[in-house]
């Protein structure tokens, strides 16, 4: 069975910068696309990049194009999300995902982590 730990529980000030990790078992892990989605209070969750399994491919959305990226090292079966920038409306539980098809749409997405906490202050 596919499990995906998360860590990299952040409290940052706007500026900053916090990496989150997508650790992935019980998979062949080259062959999961890896995404990142967010859901910040009061909101539906929403896609926030994604990277194909052989990490040739990434794509972002627009709120965090030039600030994220979604590198993943595949020896060592983990996703990442790197987090520059940051600001307050970045403030989340952000969610990693492993899905056979590179995809933005969470409905894609078989296994997702348990979800991590990043709070943005001013």
């Known amino acids: 069975q596919v499990q995906l730990v998360e860590s990299g529980v952040g409290l940052v000030q706007a500026g900053g910068s916090l990496r989150l990790s997508c650790a992935a078992s019980g998979c062949t892990f080259s062959s999961y696309a890896m995404c990142w989605f967010r859901q910040a209070p009061g909101k539906e969750s929403g896609f926030v990049a994604t990277?194909?399994?052989?990490?040739?491919?990434?794509y972002y959305a627009d709120s965090v194009k030039g600030r994220f990226t979604i590198p993943r090292d595949n020896a060592k079966n983990t996703a990442y999300l790197q987090m520059n920038s940051l600001k307050p409306e970045d403030t989340a539980v952000y969610y990693c995902?492993?899905?056979?098809?590179?995809?933005?749409?969470?409905?894609?997405?078989?296994?997702w982590g348990q979800g991590t906490q990043v709070t943005v202050s001013t």
């Open positions: 990277i194909s399994g052989s990490g040739s491919s990434t």
């Open positions: 995902a492993a899905g056979r098809k590179y995809v933005i749409s969470g409905a894609m997405y078989d296994y």
